[in-house]
């Protein structure tokens, strides 16, 4: 029992540190109050350093025609970001880039607005208003903040874990609080720590990015579709990559499907319409 005062210890300093050392309390797009031990700059720089690595590592996609895809629907997605949440992307410096990654179907918006495409996603996009239903949901993680809340909920669970594991000091509890740093801008899976978003912020993303994608003129009735193309390509098999961090089932369908009215409406009044736009052509 001698581990017991240490633990105790750590229980009730790391919150106390944590609320004395400039932890952030705030709302969110959706009105939600929400919690974060890093200030967005600081994630912001560690995410654009850990894409500039991927950019070394991955070649961009050789299709001009699906580049120029990817980059008008991000650059639409991303004009209505800054004219209805300027706040929220505050300090962001976006760029979209579609890698050649035939066989990953990912696609992800690093907190910062860092967004990759992998061209093993597209099949399942199928046209403009499919990759606009993906990078809609990418970009509200981001302008949900949900990585930087992912960190810091796992930075408090670290410090109680590795607080009770007697003998296992800093150096191996700042180990895992740098993997958790990286699992929330999005490169979970290469440090071999995967912290999967939860239902809630699952949803939350679903209902705004439909929302975005709307606003910016695509077709909202694609976003359901989506979710049953994926199911059907994983079929019975392990789910591809962006499957296991986004678990999909009939009801997140559902809730897409019961959000077109309200989806629809901001279809109608968008200044621009370009329905489901063009077909990927492969
Ligand atoms: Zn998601």
Not at 51 to 63: F, T
Not at 118 to 125: D, Q, S, V
Not at 258 to 269: D, E, I, T
Request: contains cysteine; positive net charge.
């Amino acid at each position: 029992m001698k581990w017991l005062p240490k633990f105790l210890i750590v229980f009730l300093l790391v919150p106390l540190s944590i609320s004395i050392t400039g932890c952030q309390r705030t709302e969110n797009p959706l009105g939600r109050k929400t919690t974060h031990v890093f200030s967005p700059s600081y994630l912001h720089k560690q995410a654009d350093a850990a894409y500039a690595d991927e950019k070394k590592k991955n070649p961009q996609s050789a299709n001009v025609v699906q580049q120029a895809l990817v980059q008008r629907v991000g650059q639409r997605l991303i004009a209505i970001a800054k004219r209805d949440y300027p706040q929220h992307c505050q300090g962001f410096n976006w760029e979209v880039n579609l890698f050649e990654k035939p066989k990953i179907v990912n696609a992800y918006c690093m907190p910062g607005g860092k967004i990759a495409f992998y061209t093993g996603i597209l099949p399942i996009c199928r046209n403009e208003a499919g990759v606009a239903a993906v990078m809609g949901h990418e970009i509200c993680h981001a302008l949900l903040r949900h990585g930087s809340e992912r960190v810091t909920r796992s930075m408090v669970v670290n410090a109680l874990v590795i607080g009770a594991a007697i003998g296992l000091g800093s150096s191996k509890m700042q180990e895992n609080n740098r993997k958790a740093v990286m699992a929330a801008i999005g490169l979970g899976s290469q440090v071999g720590l995967i912290l999967p978003f939860s239902r809630n912020h699952e949803s939350e993303a679903d209902r705004m990015g439909l929302e975005l994608m709307a606003k910016a003129g695509y077709e909202p009735a694609e976003a359901p579709e989506i979710w049953v193309r994926m199911s059907k390509q994983s079929g019975g098999q392990a789910p591809p990559e962006f499957l296991s961090t986004h678990p999909s089932n009939q009801s997140r369908i559902a809730e897409l499907i019961s959000l077109q009215p309200g989806a629809q409406a901001h279809y109608k009044v968008a200044p621009n319409k370009y329905g489901k736009g063009e077909d990927m052509r492969f």
